[in-house]
């Protein structure tokens, strides 16, 4: 192989390493952008499930307490009711959609990598759909309340100072273990899971930067060995045709450069053997004619 050749091919996979390398710290970016996301993912959603009990408790306070927060309206501006129900309504179907996204997406299924958080992801769905159960209770008793014209207004107050009614009890009932449930259970748990998906998702961090520099030396490494043998094969040959040339400058033209080589080394080393047989012969024929002038 000529030696521009050799260049060439040399010069080429330095330029193939940059490109492997910048195209390995795009996906390495990109992977660890993606496992932020997801753990940012996981973090809003306990936001909303939390944004959602406040949501059901600002209801519950103003079905209830009517004339207290009507003394607290006076200090700090709180929604009226109808508001506060649509904007709880909005948040639970809001809420629905974020958590099934984020528990389908490829990127949370990535990180199930061991048995135990495969068994935390089952629990979180399982959990997910019964706190939706009761949300959903939660919410055909307020329609219920609503139908009987007991919502918006002092009506539930005064019931509860003057009545029994089942309707009530049963709110009652949907409002404390719909509370319980949705805050000591379902958002504990989803706490837990999302922390162990950072978790998990710090691991893998951790190993795509690992096995990004490795990648990214060995690369390296390959490039700097390539270059500095090709580098040597050339000192070493320079170095063989200066010692040639120091013994024929010497008068040994005995002296053969032996470079067995397809590239310009090669034909150089031909071509000077033969120049010093024929630089020999020459040198032995003026040699004989000055013996012979000599005799003469």
């Excluded at 306990?46 to 607290?72: C, E, W």
């Excluded at 759909?129 to 939660?138: C, P, R, S, T, V």
């Excluded at 009530?168 to 273990?177: C, P, Q, Y």
Aim: hydrophobic share 45%.
């Amino acid at each position: 192989m000529k030696i521009r050749i050799k260049i060439f091919f040399i010069t080429g996979v330095v330029f193939l390493s940059l490109v492997i390398v910048s195209g390995l710290s795009v996906w390495t970016i990109n992977e660890i952008s993606q496992l932020k996301t997801t753990v940012t993912d996981g973090v809003n959603l306990i936001a909303d499930s939390r944004n959602i009990h406040g949501l059901m408790k600002d209801l519950v306070f103003d079905i209830f307490t009517p004339q207290t927060y009507r003394l607290l309206k006076d200090l700090i501006y709180t929604p009226r009711f109808n508001t506060t129900l649509k904007n709880f309504n909005e948040a639970v179907e809001k809420f629905k959609d974020s958590f099934t996204a984020f528990m389908e997406s490829p990127r949370v299924m990535s990180l199930l990598r061991d048995d135990e958080l495969k068994d935390e992801y089952d629990v979180a769905k399982t959990m997910s759909g019964k706190a939706f159960l009761k949300i959903e209770a939660f919410k055909r008793s307020l329609d219920q309340l609503e139908r009987e014209g007991l919502l918006g207004g002092d009506s539930v107050y005064i019931h509860i100072q003057t009545d029994q009614d089942e309707s009530l009890i049963k709110f009652f009932d949907e409002v404390r273990t719909t509370s319980y449930y949705f805050t000591n259970n379902f958002e504990s748990f989803l706490s837990h899971f999302v922390n162990s998906l950072q978790e998990e998702s710090a691991i893998i961090h951790r190993q795509i930067l690992a096995a990004f520099w490795v990648f990214t030396a060995c690369i390296g490494l390959f490039t700097v060995v390539l270059s500095l043998t090709f580098a040597y094969r050339i000192a070493v040959r320079i170095k063989t045709v200066e010692k040639v040339v120091r013994k024929i400058s010497r008068g040994d033209f005995t002296a053969q450069l032996n470079i067995s080589t397809r590239d310009e080394f090669g034909a150089l080393s031909d071509n000077f053997n033969i120049f010093i047989k024929d630089l020999k012969s020459n040198v032995d024929s003026v040699l004989n004619l000055m013996r012979d002038l000599g005799y003469a």
